[in-house]
């Protein structure tokens, strides 16, 4: 009986999924042009489409740098499997900007205008932390800020510059939900 | 990670079957974030051959009182326990125990169950397999225990048996306060387990068949107010050095209930019976709840390095039944008040006063 | 500000600010190669062993795998100072250290083969404490420092490197003190700056001898001369200078992933790639040196320091590359701080087996002085002096001299800090906060304020050459040749901003070469705080040289001398007649005019950076809290301000002031294995627990260049910790000489742990 049950449940040969609009079909398999189960959503973004934007640092779910919009929430795609992502909307840092214009989100732009970052390895994480932050409270407390960029891992400390950036446009209505 | 089956379940009974086929060889997958620390570091002996997804099972994410008890299903993100109006109002500990978890990027994905199973974070049992090989241990079934003699500032001050790992789990202190029962699935039959006795020495009750299905609480109806404290060297991302949660309802100032619950001081959440005890019928002030605290500790038996946990703890302990907030138990007066959390003063200074510019070296 | 500039002392946009914010920006591990192997390192599960045999038939039948190498197999390179480590040695010194190398077509491959490699050991005795490994009879880890105590001195330093601080009458000074403290302290938590992009390499190696490396490094033209040593000076090196995701003085000690990249592609003929794991990062990459000192010193009521003397000893691990370095100018920068006639301190650096210390930003000085100011912290506490009216008294005044790294005496013709540090302690509140040693400065119920100061600087801001071209364009653009990596300091722009203010020419009319040493001339790279005032000047010079070119080219074409001329946006003008002008096109299609530039090595000025902290520490807990941060500096003229406060705001960062507070590398004294190599267990500074950090900054213009500006950046993190310690001994009423001040260490002071430990082993 119980076999029989379990044969109603094959591994998946396929997963799609959104990335920045667009959609993406893999096959799931051990070829080199395949994904395989074991793989994260960062290595599929970063090594299968080439979107080297989300970055690695502990690869280990405890530093933020990987971090990606799912369904608009953030969440640590070095902690995520690719194949686990079948019908979900992924967006990453080459996403914010206006697809159509190019102009970058007014986040990306206050970064810049508030030299918010330093060596900008975490930048990209930090950013998609406040996007999602800004997507759910469009108008936070610094509390808030703080509170939605506390797992996001800086060395050189640009905390500080980060968050001038992020309440420069917080509750400016500039900020489009992604 | 290394390769493995990969399976969706889309009812539990698929999970559970799929864990009977492997044999103890296959994994539940939710929200991943403890899973893919073990795997990814490749720290126990076995490698598991099959991942089950069980995110893919519909109906086990909710929050709802019904026939006396609060169900939250296995499945409910850490994220909506925290924000839940109805636990905010009146499950506040466990709303706070959520909250407390890791980062937000995490909490969107970690699950109530999840947090329950995660395993311990004891840093020779986790020591990753690619700097030289994982360390042997007891909790391995390979080794002795060497945190026993080496670095045991953050294992259990009680309790420990061949394994001091503390527990880790935030929500099992909110949990065990409640006096809550895991509801798990098996093969063949479903049971109960309460979160107080789930945690052992060297792992938890589950069997590698079996799935958390259900959370369950007996409802609170009488007001009482509730608190967690979690002390950590930093507010996000840190584990528990000790946590303590406590509920106390008072009847003309005297104490009519008192429950006490302990995290990280031992293998599992730890209910501290004698100082509820004590406070029963007695005012709780300042005496009484240090009284508490010391009580609370009783039974501890440090090791060499983590006895100062038993002060934290019995000071969180009285803080927690005296409803202070564990940061900020009196605001020191202060001349200054940054109204900026950071500024850059570029200040004027005399003109150049003049010095040589030849370089000016010489030996000695 | 003295003077008005275009751009100079402007906030202008970092020049790389777009790729950053949209992930353009293309770091090591995010270019793409073909036919690009994976590579991966077997590390040993021992601290001190013996190769007897391994046996990698099994890992190069799995498919996917191109080669394995292990010590037999590869050319008898070395590095370290002195030269006597061996790339890949039959001997393994510390849990982590290497014992084979893997190329495969996927890091995982790489990865599982490792674990087909099977090695026997012959275990060793390891050490893992300095005074322990220096005793008679302890494990040696190299036949050629017995002892276990490193060759004193650097070459790089040359002849007379600076190994120790002797001069005066250390036993006439002592007669001349009115107090004497003495003790040992340390500061030997050996934390890590972890920046967020781990150590990496990517090699592709021709036939018969050159190799080219991408690399990730703040000095990607070292790496070239730094490799070609370790190569046995047969190999050519390119470098190709990636952006670099961090680095803090770290990843110039990346000669191991570099020179595994090149065996690996060496035996394969294909592009390799090794990126450390973070763990590896952690675990076996670089440490700050551990830092002991027993020390004594004599001081008059007034604050003067009438002699020093003791021992200071350095942990470097399993092998020195930069240690000596370090204590060379560790040993500078201790004068600096102190002006004394009489000192006695000697020096060394000793090896144990743990992974390896070295570079790091705050370079020996931060080490140095985390021990040495808790002495003099004793001292002043007998003569109740305020620490502030110390350091300004103490601190290096114009005229004043010191030995610096190379062992010659220069003398000081900087600026007097004294007005910076004044400006910072009014900011800060010293004088009304400061209620005497060991006094909090506030109390209420269980909690108790305490405050501290640091204090922390070197004379190394014009250490080293550097070399640039600028070439100016007919279409009126500046190129600027200089082989500088971007590794967040904004110095790419900053040199810009100086070419495009010597030229005139707005920002966005400048640029520069890529960090490949191929097309570049020399750079040392920044280090020591040297960017503003050594590359600057001669980024600088060679814009000047090039203007000065440009205006002879076209002087006879306006009929005017040269220095009759001005150029503006690319106009070429006269002076006094505006009017009569032509455009840099004027020197034809067919023609470019490139200056060159070259800054030669000046220890004669010095920079200081001073913090002030404040700190609330619970007595109950144990836990301290970090309030605020004063930080207060003076240096010269502001070339970018922004990127003048990240640089300010990085004290807390990279193993600076949290160094001792909650960073800490963790480390198994019996088992020789680091427990926290993971973003878990090692502590960082989190958004939730901000500070408030004010940032006072003089521009009193000084002698350096023609913006008469000095570099601070890399001493932000130093001042810190020492006075984290200051601060929290203050406000419980009892020293804490150890970092970091952790709960157990605070409630250890305060008498506070209770009852007695189960005693180990059975239980």
Redesign the interface.
Known sequence: MVAAKVKSVFPAKRVSFHVNGTCVELDIGSQ?HQVET?HTLAHTL?ETL???????????G??G?CTVLMDGTAILSCMTLTVECHGRSIT???G??DPDTGR?DPL??S?????A????????GM?LSAKALLNETPSPAEEE???A???????????????RAVMAVAGSGEVKHV | ???FTHINARTIRQAVSALAKFDGNARLNAGGTDLFGILK?EFLPAYPEAIVNIKTVTGLDYIREDKGLLRIGALTRLADIAKSPLLRERYGALAETAHAVASPQIRNVATLAGNLCQDV?C??YR???????P?ACARKGNGP??A????N?NHAVMG???C?AACPSDTAVALTLYDAQLLAVGPTAERRIAVRDFYTPLGNQLNNDEMVKEIQIPVITEPAQQSFLK?T???????A?VSVAALVATKDGICAEARIALGAVAPGAVRAVTAEEFLRGRAINDETAAQAGVLALAD??????N??K???AQ??VARALLGQDSAT????????D?T??????????????G???V?????? | ??EEYRFIGK?T??K???E????????L??I?FTDLLHGKVL????PHAIIKRIDSSRAEQLPGVKAVLAWEDVPDWKAGTPRILRVLDRKVRF??DVVALVAA??E?IA??A??LIDVEYEILPAVFDMEEAMKPGAPQLYDELPGNIVTPGTPAFGPHSLKEVVMGDVEQGFREADVISEGTFGYENIPN??????PGAVALWEEPNRVTLWVSNQASYLDKILMFHVFGKKVEVRTHGM????S?GTKIMSWPVQTYATLLSKATGRPVKVVF????HI??FVLRPGSRMQAKVGMKRDGTVTAVSGRWLVDTGYYSSTTQAQVAVGCGEIQLMTRCANWDLKTDIVCTNRNASGCVRGFGGQELKCSFIPLLCQAMEQINLDPVEFIKKNYVK?GD?Y?WRD?????Y????YT?AIE?GAK?F?WK??WQGWLKPS????????GIGVGVHGNADIGEDSSEAWVRLNPDGTALLYSCIT?????QRSNYLKMVAEVLQLPMERVSITPADSLINPFEYGPFGSRGTYAIGSAAIAAAEDARRQILELVAPRLGVKAEELETVDGLIFVKDNPGKSIKWGAMGYDRTVMGYGRFDP???LANCMTTFV?V?V?T????VDLL?VVNTT?VGQ?ID??????????????SGIDSAL?EET?F?M??G?????????Y????????P????????????SHRF?AIGVGEVATSPGPMAILMAVSNAIGVWLHEYPA???RV??ALG????K??S??A?
């Not at chain 2, 020591?127 to 090989?133: L, S, T």
């Not at chain 3, 062992?407 to 003398?411: H, L, S």
């Not at chain 3, 408030?692 to 002698?703: F, G, K, M, Q, R």
């Not at chain 3, 506070?752 to 009852?755: C, L, V």
């Open positions: 080199p074991s970063r080439g979107l080297t934007g989300t970055k690695v640092t502990c690869d280990n405890a530093c740098s990453t840092i080459e914010l900007q970058l990306q732009q970064f810049i205008d508030h030299t970052f330093q060596c900008g390895f975490c930048t990209p950013i800020v703080k509170e960029l506390s797992g996001n891992f800086c060395r050189c400390i640009s905390h500080y510059q980060v968050l | 990670m290394r390769p570091d974070r840093c020779y020591y990753p397999h690619h700097i030289g090989g360390i225990c060497l026993v003699k080496g670095d500032r420990g048996r061949r001091f002390f060297l930093r507010k996000p991302i840190d584990f050095i501890a038996r440090p090791l060499s390095r006895a100062y038993i002060q934290i000071t969180l138990v009196v605001n020191v007066s202060h001349a200054y940054p900026e959390l950071s500024t850059f003063h570029r200040c004027s200074s005399p003109a150049s006063q010095y040589a510019t370089v000016d070296s010489e030996h000695r | 500000m003295s906030s946009r970092r790389d600010a777009t950053i914010v949209t992930g353009a920006t293309r770091y591990n995010d793409k590390r040993s599960p021992h849990v982590g077509t996927s995982e990865r599982q490792c674990g700056p972890i920046p967020p992009e781990p952006a670099c995701g961090g803090f794991s973070k763990e590896e675990a076996a114009p001299g030995f062992g010659a005496w220069y003398t013709r900087g600026v007097d007005d400006r900011l509140g009304e906060k506030a109390v209420a119920g269980v909690k108790r304020r971007e590794h967040g300091t904004g000046d220890f004669t404040e609330e619970d109950e807990t144990g836990k605020r003076d502001i301000p922004p990127g003048l406060e990240g640089q300010l705001n990085g004290c807390l960062g990279s909650f963790t198994d019996t088992t294995h680091i427990l926290n190599p993971n973003l878990i267990d502590k960082w500074r989190t958004f939730s627990e901000l408030s950090i004010d940032n006072v900054v003089l521009e009193t213009p000084v002698a008469k952790t709960p157990e409630l250890k506070k742990i209770p009852g430990a189960r180990g082993g239980a």
